[in-house]
């Protein structure tokens, strides 16, 4: 898979699929994306390849732990963020950079408390008010991939 910022300056490309997709509903990811809700493919950084020169904005998360968000120079977008909790070894990007959004449908819709009113939640998704244990939805291969990436 193989993405870019809206100018093309910075161009990426993932050398696995994702672990996972989250499609989070959460206030800060509604405030930061200006919209309804963000979509996250978790991966492992380092099978993300990036040319191009990012900015590194530092953010306050909700839980204290902080998130970095990579940002083109040029033009601003965010490509991916880093949950500092997990440290720098799994990126979380934004599937709407992908050259092809569609190949990266969303597991899992999470903060569904704090979803707008009109949006409605996919019931072929599941969904949760908060947060969920990853051992609960995450194939074997994924949680094995997630445990050596944190570790």
């Known amino acids: 898979m193989s993405g870019r910022c809206s100018c093309g300056a910075v161009t990426y490309h993932l050398s696995s699929k994702p672990m996972f997709v989250h499609c989070c509903h959460c206030i800060d990811c509604q405030r930061l994306t200006g919209s309804a809700y963000v979509l996250n493919a978790l991966i492992e950084t380092d099978r993300v390849t990036v040319d191009g020169e990012l900015t590194e904005t530092s953010l306050q998360t909700p839980s204290g732990g902080g ?75 994924s949680l094995q991939r997630w445990r050596k990436a944190i570790s």
């Open 67 to 141: 998130k970095l968000i990579k940002r083109c120079v040029a033009c601003g977008d965010a490509v991916y963020s880093h949950y500092l909790i997990r440290g720098r070894r799994v990126a979380f990007i934004r599937v709407g950079t992908l050259d092809d959004p569609a190949a990266c449908a969303p597991d899992v819709q999470i903060f569904t408390e704090s979803k707008q009113p009109w949006v409605p939640l996919s019931s072929d998704i599941p969904a949760f008010r908060a947060f969920y244990d990853f051992n609960e939805l995450w194939p074997e291969e």
